[in-house]
């Protein structure tokens, strides 16, 4: 049995993760506070490229 928190509110999950519906948040609530940043924007994955390196298809080829 390992320890869980909720990356959310930090809230203890002790027991089993099958023991949480919402798992790996802790409640229903988290869960939508999670989707709320993600359409909000707040998380990002970060585009690899470069500045500089970036070009688009209307530069004149």
């Known amino acids: ?16 993760w099958q023991d949480y519906p919402d798992y790996p948040f802790c409640s229903r609530r988290c869960r939508v506070i999670d989707l709320g940043r993600w359409l909000g924007e707040d998380y990002r994955v970060p585009d690899p490229t470069p500045p500089n390196d970036r070009s688009s298809p209307a530069d004149g080829d």
């Open 1 to 16: 049995m390992s320890k869980s928190r909720c990356p959310i509110c930090d809230a203890a999950m002790p027991g089993n």
